[in-house]
């Protein structure tokens, strides 16, 4: 097939290459632009759909908008049998949703019509969901409510963010594969009316670990964002991530560290870090945190 893929973060990139294994021939990649970013945050930093698309060959398009008549007449120029959309960013209208012969197929990844919006992932993993997965989606207008072709779970089961994120991008992947081989042995299944949740973005002041909640919700926490961004606590002014953790059956005042061991009480049981990140620094254990950054007993975080 004429394929225009359409991604930006590194979720979309098994998608691509596999259309391109697959034998597809893919006209054209859209992406985000290239945002501020570097050491500095002063150069502009191409998406990771943008770098491994150059890599292959691709031609690479990252408008601002898809609103524009202009681009709208480029985008159906590419005479594309379908689109194939996984974590794009930008709302696509109608003009772009039909101009391909087969419309535009959507990469998603939660149990539709769970979690259907920005941040599924992390929605899943907060809400201590057992399971989730991804699907093939037809896109329409409206946010994720568009009927699914094909769809695959895997179980969270104490994964984090990012182990989550990378099983349902191979996943999403193979699917997306299954389905272009024989389109109409996949036909499209309206989503059912009842379960229908919104899996809004993630906003910065939810990363702040709340240790007023129960032990196994302050490790959902840390779990829904791990790598990024991190949930963290502060101590003498500086952020400490917590990138990893594990529950305690132990007691205490909530926030208070109640060992040598930087276990801090919660509201019900305890939370005992693994792996931590101070600011500017790279990941590690509890122990070298301690050696140079002292937390003792007591200590109200």
């Known amino acids: 097939m004429r394929i225009i893929f359409m991604g930006t973060p590194g979720f979309a ?3 691509l290459e596999a259309l391109v294994a697959d034998g597809h021939e893919v006209v054209a990649a859209y992406s985000q632009p290239p945002r501020p970013g570097g ?3 002063r150069e502009l930093v191409r998406s990771p759909v943008h770098v ?3 890599a292959l060959g691709v031609p690479v398009l990252t408008p601002a908008t898809l609103r524009a008549p202009e681009a709208q007449a480029v985008f159906a120029a590419h005479d594309a049998d379908v ?3 996984a974590a794009y960013g930008l709302i696509l209208p109608r003009p772009i949703l039909d101009a391909p012969r087969l419309g535009c197929l959507n990469v998603h990844g939660s149990l539709l019509p769970r979690w259907r919006g920005a941040a599924p992932v992390q929605r899943a993993i907060l809400a201590g969901d057992a399971e989730t997965g991804v699907g093939i989606m037809q896109m329409e207008t409206g946010l994720d409510t568009g009927p699914v072709r094909l769809e695959g779970r895997i179980s969270i089961d104490g994964k984090n963010a990012g182990q989550v994120t990378e099983e349902l991008a191979e996943m999403g992947a193979a699917l997306m594969v299954r389905v272009l081989r024989d389109v109409a042995a996949h036909p499209a299944v309206a989503q059912p009316g009842a379960g229908v949740t919104y899996a809004e973005k993630i906003r910065k002041e939810e990363a702040r670990l709340d240790f007023t909640a129960d032990a196994q919700q302050v490790l959902r926490q840390v779990l829904a964002f791990a790598p990024t961004p991190g949930a963290f606590f502060e101590h003498a002014g500086e952020r ?3 990138l990893a953790a594990e529950t305690v059956d132990d007691a205490g005042a909530a926030g208070a560290v109640i060992d040598d061991a930087l276990t ?3 509201g019900e049981g305890a939370i005992r870090p693994v792996v931590v990140q101070r600011a500017g620094r790279g990941t590690m254990s509890v122990a070298e945190l301690l050696r140079g950054f002292a ?5 109200a975080l």
């Open 39 to 41: 050491r500095r945050g």
């Open 240 to 242: 400490v991530k917590m």
């Open 13 to 15: 990139v098994p998608t």
């Open 52 to 54: 491994r698309a150059e």
């Open 264 to 266: 801090i009480a919660c």
């Open 83 to 85: 689109a194939v959309v």
């Open 295 to 299: 937390i003792p007993r007591g200590a």
